[in-house]
C-alpha cells in the first residue's frame, strides 16, 4: 500500500468503509446503497452523488474496479489493494472496541 492511499483512506470514513465492505461481492451503485441502508438499519443513507463520487474515487485509486455492466449498471468489485485497506480497518475498529469493551458492558 502506497503513501498516498493509506493518508487518503487509513482510518476510512463510514462512508468508505460501508461501500468496500458491499463489494466484497459484485454489486452495483444502487444494490450498495440498498445494502448500506440494510446493514445499518436505515442509519446510513447514501445519496446518488455521494454514493458514485466514491465509486469514482476508489475506482481511480484501485481499491475496486470495473467488473461488467449488467442492463445499464455498471457492476463493481473490490481489489486485492482494497481488501487490504478494508482488513486494516476491521483490526482498527476491533481494536478500538477492545480498549472499550469493559466499560460498555
Known amino acids: 500500500m502506497d503513501a498516498h492511499t493509506r493518508k487518503v483512506y487509513v482510518p476510512m470514513t463510514e ?3 460501508y461501500i468496500l465492505y458491499s463489494l466484497r461481492e459484485p454489486n452495483h ?3 450498495v446503497v440498498q445494502n448500506v441502508e440494510r446493514l445499518t438499519d436505515g ?3 447514501l445519496g446518488p452523488g455521494t454514493m458514485y463520487g466514491s465509486l469514482s474515487k ?3 485509486d484501485g ?3 470495473f467488473l461488467r455492466e449488467e442492463e445499464k449498471r ?3 468489485v473490490i481489489t ?3 481488501n487490504e485497506v478494508l482488513d486494516l480497518e476491521i483490526k482498527r475498529i476491533r481494536r478500538l472496541y477492545r480498549t472499550i469493551r469493559e466499560e460498555i458492558e
Request: proline residues 0%; glycine residues 20%; positive net charge.
Open 29 to 31: 451503485g444502487y444494490g
Open 43 to 45: 442509519e446510513i443513507r
Open 74 to 76: 455498471k457492476i463493481y
Open 58 to 60: 476508489m475506482e481511480k
Open 80 to 82: 486485492e489493494l482494497g
Open 63 to 65: 481499491l475496486i474496479r
Open 15 to 17: 462512508t468508505g468503509f
